[in-house]
């Protein structure tokens, strides 16, 4: 089992700035690929971004390659989501997951989930 926890979400103007968080505990942090996931209300989960076991494979969805970036410590057990120059259309709860297989930006690959953490980009 993997508990994954975020934080850092808020409310923030277009153009801001927020760095989320979220840390692991149980098994072994590091041989899991990480992602981030959003779900604004109405609409589907959708993929954000995802990085590789050691962190040196990262991926990124269209609608925010170049604004946001993903990382992760795997000696904190911790994977961080810095998104810059957001705007009103970022508003969604963000998800860190938690997966050892799969496709990178199908949710159905990942075996664990964390309670969210909610990005309001006011315009």
């Known amino acids: 089992q993997v508990q994954l926890v975020e934080s850092g979400g808020g409310l923030v103007q277009a153009g801001g700035s927020l760095r989320l968080s979220c840390a692991a505990s149980?098994?072994?942090?590091?041989?899991?690929?990480m992602a981030w996931f959003r779900q604004a209300p109405g609409k589907e989960r959708e993929f954000v971004t995802a990085?590789?076991?050691?962190?040196?494979?990262?991926y990124y969805a269209d609608s925010v390659k170049g604004r946001f970036t993903i990382s992760r410590d795997n000696a904190k057990n911790t994977v961080y989501l810095e998104m810059n120059s957001l705007k009103p259309e970022d508003t969604a709860k963000y998800y860190c997951?938690?997966?050892?297989?799969?496709?990178?930006?199908?949710?159905?690959?990942?075996?664990?989930w964390g309670q969210g953490t909610q990005v309001i980009v006011s315009s």
């Open positions: 997951a938690a997966a050892d297989s799969g496709a990178l930006d199908a949710w159905r690959s990942y075996d664990y």
């Open positions: 149980g098994r072994t942090f590091s041989g899991y690929y």
């Open positions: 990085i590789g076991w050691s962190g040196g494979s990262t």
